[in-house]
């Protein structure tokens, strides 16, 4: 019998922790259509079917901060328009972070307790549901921008303490492009942890940890440079008492609050305000 490094089965040390994982994953059931998602999937909804919210002004009009996502939520809304779709990938994800937090949890108690503290760990987070300080959590019971940004981060996190950093980096890049938070964030942890493992190598490390990163703020520092389009000046004559008609232009008031900050800083205050 192939046993693995923990002196157990390999077959049965897989085994437990893909149930495990399984069962932490299916606690947070099955849901579509509720909580966040009434506001996360309208886009998505509007874009994969074009006869609804074709006319709101909500879903057309505001600035979408979650593209990636938006785009996301139109593949699995595609795929099943009953939400089923979106409401299984919530499932793999929670199950996949499952698994990278066993890899995390092996790496650092060792492989002989690898599956006991894995178990510990999970029997912790049945109770707590993720949730830590000020409502923040990695996981809730609906697929959301957050979601996808915290498996990015927890999968980056794995690698660099594999010490595979532009792995590592390229989770970190991917989990913020769905979700912002978490792209502004990777860039104080990660720089100090490097800098915490010495300067030999360094500027190795960080080119290969950051420059999945920049490429992805990059590409959202574009969407955050545009401006939202404003409506266009509506004209209408009014008739004078001597029976000409006069042309007047009335243009919608700009807020204050708009107009003082550029559209630069108001993507990026608006990330920082979580």
Same mark, same amino acid.
Request: aromatic share 14%; charged share 15%.
């Given at each position: 019998?192939?046993?693995?490094?923990?002196?157990?089965?390999?077959?049965?040390?897989?085994?437990? *922790?893909?149930?495990?994982?399984? =069962?932490?994953?299916?606690?947070?059931? /099955?849901?579509?259509?509720?909580?966040?998602?009434?506001?996360?999937?309208?886009?998505?909804?509007?874009?994969?079917?074009?006869?609804?919210?074709?006319? #709101? $002004?909500?879903?057309?009009?505001?600035?979408?901060?979650?593209?990636?996502?938006?785009?996301?939520?139109?593949?699995?809304?595609? @795929?099943? %328009?009953?939400? $089923?779709?979106?409401?299984?990938?919530?499932?793999? =994800?929670?199950?996949? !972070?499952?698994?990278?937090?066993?890899?995390?949890? %092996?790496?650092? =108690?060792?492989?002989?307790?690898?599956?006991?503290?894995?178990? *510990?760990?999970?029997?912790?987070?049945?109770?707590?549901?993720?949730?830590?300080?000020?409502?923040?959590?990695? /996981? #809730?019971?609906?697929?959301?921008?957050?979601?996808?940004?915290?498996?990015?981060?927890?999968?980056?996190?794995?690698? /660099?303490?594999?010490?595979? $950093? /532009?792995?590592?980096? @390229?989770?970190? &890049?991917?989990?913020?492009?769905?979700?912002?938070?978490? @792209?502004? @964030?990777?860039?104080?942890?990660?720089?100090?942890?490097?800098?915490?493992? !010495?300067? %030999?190598?360094?500027?190795?490390?960080?080119?290969?940890?950051?420059?999945?990163?920049? =490429?992805?703020? *990059?590409?959202?520092?574009?969407?955050?440079?545009?401006?939202?389009?404003?409506?266009?000046?509506?004209?209408?004559? %009014?008739?004078?008492?001597?029976?000409? &008609?006069?042309?007047?232009?009335?243009?919608?008031?700009?807020?204050?609050?708009?107009?003082?900050?550029?559209?630069?800083?108001?993507? $990026?205050?608006? *990330?920082?305000?979580?």
């Amino acid at each position: 019998m192939i046993r693995s490094e923990s002196g157990l089965p390999r077959a049965f040390e897989y085994g437990a *922790v893909a149930i495990a994982a399984l =069962a932490f994953a299916a606690s947070y059931g /099955f849901n579509y259509g509720f909580d966040n998602q009434v506001v996360y999937f309208l886009k998505s909804l509007a874009l994969s079917d074009r006869t609804l919210l074709h006319a #709101d $002004w909500f879903t057309n009009h505001t600035t979408q901060y979650h593209r990636v996502f938006i785009y996301f939520g139109v593949l699995l809304l595609k @795929l099943n %328009k009953r939400g $089923w779709a979106v409401a299984i990938a919530q499932f793999i =994800a929670v199950f996949v !972070g499952g698994l990278v937090m066993y890899r995390i949890v %092996k790496r650092i =108690a060792g492989a002989t307790l690898g599956v006991a503290a894995f178990l *510990v760990l999970l029997s912790m987070l049945f109770i707590t549901r993720t949730s830590s300080v000020a409502t923040s959590y990695l /996981f #809730d019971t609906i697929m959301q921008p957050s979601t996808l940004g915290a498996l990015g981060s927890i999968a980056g996190t794995m690698y /660099f303490i594999e010490e595979r $950093w /532009f792995l590592s980096g @390229l989770c970190l &890049a991917i989990g913020g492009a769905f979700h912002a938070n978490y @792209l502004v @964030l990777s860039y104080p942890i990660f720089g100090i942890a490097h800098l915490a493992l !010495g300067f %030999k190598g360094l500027q190795k490390r960080l080119i290969e940890q950051f420059a999945p990163l920049l =490429a992805v703020t *990059v590409l959202r520092s574009r969407h955050c440079c545009s401006r939202p389009r404003t409506p266009r000046p509506r004209r209408r004559r %009014k008739r004078s008492c001597f029976g000409s &008609a006069r042309r007047i232009t009335t243009t919608p008031p700009t807020s204050s609050a708009t107009s003082s900050r550029s559209p630069r800083g108001n993507y $990026w205050a608006s *990330v920082a305000a979580g």
